[in-house]
């Protein structure tokens, strides 16, 4: 069975940067579009990023574009989101997900359990 485990979620201030990390077992990591959901406190689940293993489809959403970059190192099958110039906006906990095909938008077949991230003003 797929697996995914994300770590690197914290405590950060306003402005900082953190790094996610997401290990993947069990699945053929290559055939999979990785990425990234988040949900806040009493809103609903947004997409956040995707990525494909040779990165010719990578999509963002808006609310993120030009601060996070997502990135796949395929030998460790780990996804990586790196986030920068936090804004208190991107505290939610923050899910890796696996989708075959070009995008992680659809029904995703495989979630992590999700790691917190809080951004304080």
């Known amino acids: 069975q797929g697996r995914l485990v994300e770590s690197g979620g914290g405590l950060v201030q306003a402005g900082g940067s953190l790094r996610l990390s997401c290990a993947a077992s069990g699945l053929t990591f290559t055939s999979y579009a990785m990425g990234w959901f988040r949900q806040a406190p009493g809103k609903e689940r947004e997409f956040v990023a995707s990525?494909?293993?040779?990165?010719?489809?990578?999509y963002y959403a808006d609310s993120v574009k030009g601060r996070f970059i997502i990135s796949r190192d395929n030998a460790k099958n780990t996804v990586y989101l790196q986030m920068n110039s936090l804004k208190p906006e991107d505290t939610a906990v923050y899910y890796c997900?696996?989708?075959?095909?070009?995008?992680?938008?659809?029904?995703?077949?495989?979630w992590g359990q999700g790691t917190q991230v809080t951004v304080s003003s």
């Open positions: 997900v696996a989708r075959v095909g070009a995008s992680v938008t659809g029904h995703p077949e495989y």
């Open positions: 990525r494909t293993w040779n990165g010719i489809n990578t």
